[in-house]
T-cell receptor
Framework: AQKITQTQPGMFVQEKEAVTLDCTYD???????LFWYKQPSSGEMIFLIYQGSYDQQNATEGRYSLNFQKARKSANLVISASQLGDSAMYFCAMREGRDDKIIFGKGTRLHILP | EAGVTQSPTHLIKTRGQQATLRCSPISGHTSVYWYQQALGLGLQFLLWYDEGEERNRGNFPPRFSGRQFPNYSSELNVNALELEDSALYLCASSLDGYSNQPQHFGDGTRLSIL
């Protein structure tokens, strides 16, 4: 079974609109962390935002926020006021308990249209 | 603060050869991770090094190996190269490997096998 599921392989959004990228996860460990990374066409991976399983509030970083719904095991990334530079591949990832590796979803390719 | 640096940017090899990829973590980071991003397969965890020791490895054959040096930089070695080893190899570092510190990625080494 997939640990991280990103159901949107591709999305097209008009510039300045808000974007929600879906991510659901599967774990039985009560302690885990959720990450979102952005990968532009140049290939580098850029850390965007982190949410811990015990965090009481949804994480926010500038235009990025994480809509964390623990009971639904959902950690959607919301990008407000999208910009052309937001066009990239976005990966949702999870780290369970004291495990070392991060498990990545297959990614969502976001295209921002002018 | 310098980010994670990887070298070379591109590497072209032929089948059966050996490749060495290098990574320097962010200053102060002790954990280094290696990932393979093959076309269409997403990010696959390869290896994790912390304090000079290999802590975990992903589901890759033994011809993928590496090491971490006393200054926490790391090498990934791939022996007996095969065509399917063509991929982007990403290195990431984090403050340590035991908490939910985000992993910060380098720009990657694109390995092409002819």
């Amino acid at each position: 079974a997939q640990k991280i599921t990103q159901t949107q392989p591709g999305m097209f959004v008009q510039e300045k609109e808000a974007v929600t990228l879906d991510c659901t996860y599967d774990t039985s460990d009560p302690s885990y962390g959720l990450f979102w990374y952005k990968q532009p066409s140049s290939g580098e991976m850029i850390f965007l935002i982190y949410q811990g399983s015990y965090d009481q509030q949804n994480a926010t970083e500038g235009r990025y926020s994480l809509n964390f719904q623990k009971a639904r095991k959902s950690a959607n990334l919301v990008i407000s006021a999208s910009q052309l530079g937001d066009s990239a591949m976005y990966f949702c990832a999870m780290r369970e308990g004291r495990d070392d590796k991060i498990i990545f979803g297959k990614g969502t390719r976001l295209h921002i249209l002018p | 603060e310098a980010g994670v640096t990887q070298s070379p940017t591109h590497l072209i090899k032929t089948r059966g050869q050996q490749a060495t990829l290098r990574c320097s973590p962010i200053s102060g980071h002790t954990s280094v991770y290696w990932y393979q991003q093959a076309l269409g397969l997403g990010l696959q965890f390869l290896l994790w090094y912390d304090e000079g020791e290999e802590r975990n490895r992903g589901n890759f054959p033994p011809r993928f190996s590496g090491r971490q040096f006393p200054n926490y930089s790391s090498e990934l070695n791939v022996n007996a190269l095969e065509l399917e080893d063509s991929a982007l190899y990403l290195c990431a570092s984090s403050l340590d490997g035991y908490s939910n510190q985000p992993q910060h990625f380098g720009d990657g080494t694109r390995l092409s096998i002819l």
